[in-house]
């Protein structure tokens, strides 16, 4: 007998519009006012940075999937996503060649080395950060103030780890830490573009809203309860939001596929395990900043947050049922 109307296919029979391509595509979309407003804070140093990273990143995917007789999938923009992530996450008064280091790192050691997209545990990008802070910290700590001068300035997270009730006073104003008129990385200090950025993430449906709403929640709340300066706790609380990397982080790196949980549950427990690590580095810790730290423990942990929050499977009976019916 023939069923003309029914077709038979391989698994898997349901398949998504989206690809991979498609998927980076949009997240260099949500990055780019952000990028934008790096750029137009920094100036052109800043521009070639990121040009720098993302050519870097690209050549040393292709180089490596060269040498190992692999495909080479750089038209999949996976790796101009690493090299532009990578970027925002560097100071504009970086030497030309920190980036390269950094990209190459992160391309490689964080990412090809286990298997390439969708393998890796980590966020590249911010494996490539963590690598270059810890050999050049004086390199990626030279913060200079928004303009064409270059002048040197402390961050606004400095400030706050420092205390003095001298250099409290200079703290830049609320409006300016969301429009990005601070010393900082060059795609972590204009909050506005990155909120932007993100809900245009959420709203396409490349990232759940779980993490990054969880994570900024979680430090809106610890900052309350754990202030540091100031008599407005609402005020400084949201101040916390505005400044240092925690909306590109929380919008852009913790919300990477590979490194974070699959289902609902372990979504919420990463964004409050990055929230929680965050407001403790940056009250208790040595650095001023908890925001790629966290977010790095958090990766280690979700093989882990999957596995104790996976969901039942349709009529599976539970443990203790299964051992008494054998």
């Not at 023939?2 to 979309?29: C, E, G, L, W």
């Not at 990005?180 to 950025?197: Q, R, S, V």
Request: overall charge positive; glycine content about 8%; hydrophobic content about 50%.
């Amino acid at each position: 007998m023939d069923y003309p109307n029914i077709t038979i296919s391989a698994t898997p029979h349901v398949r998504s519009k989206d690809s991979t391509q498609s998927i980076m595509r949009d997240v260099i979309i949500a990055l780019m006012p952000a990028t934008i407003v790096g750029v137009y804070r920094f100036g052109i140093k800043a521009l070639l940075l990121i040009i720098i990273s993302i050519a870097s990143a690209v050549i040393a995917e292709a180089v490596y999937q060269k040498i190992t007789k692999q495909k080479v999938t750089i038209s999949d923009l996976s790796a101009v996503v690493t090299g532009l992530l990578l970027a925002m996450n560097i100071p504009s008064s970086a030497p030309w060649w920190l980036p390269m280091v950094g990209s190459a790192f992160a391309i490689i050691f964080a990412k090809q080395l286990f298997g390439g997209i969708g393998q890796n545990f980590i966020n590249p990008a911010l494996a490539g950060r963590a690598f270059l802070l810890c050999s050049y910290p004086t390199l990626m700590t030279a913060w200079v103030a928004p303009g064409p001068d270059a002048i040197s300035v402390a961050t606004p997270l400095a400030i706050l780890k420092e205390g003095n009730p001298e250099t409290l006073s200079s703290l830049p104003s609320l409006l300016d830490a969301a429009m990005g008129n601070i010393g900082g990385c060059i795609g972590e200090t204009c909050a506005i573009a990155l909120i932007i950025g993100g809900l245009y993430l959420i709203a396409k449906g490349i990232i759940s809203w779980r993490i990054p709403v969880v994570y900024l929640a979680t430090v809106f709340v610890l900052s309350l309860l754990l202030p540091r300066e100031g008599s407005n706790a609402v005020y400084d609380a949201v101040y916390e939001l505005m400044i240092g990397g925690v909306m590109l982080g929380a919008f852009f790196m913790a919300t990477d596929y590979a490194s974070s949980p699959i289902t609902p549950k372990g979504q919420i427990i990463m964004g409050l395990g990055c929230g929680i690590i965050t407001v403790l580095i940056r009250v208790y810790g040595g650095y001023p900043e908890g925001v790629s730290y966290s977010i790095l423990i958090m990766n280690l942990c979700v093989p882990l947050i999957d596995r104790f929050t996976k969901p039942t499977i349709f009529g599976a009976l539970p443990k203790a049922k299964e051992a008494k019916k054998a």
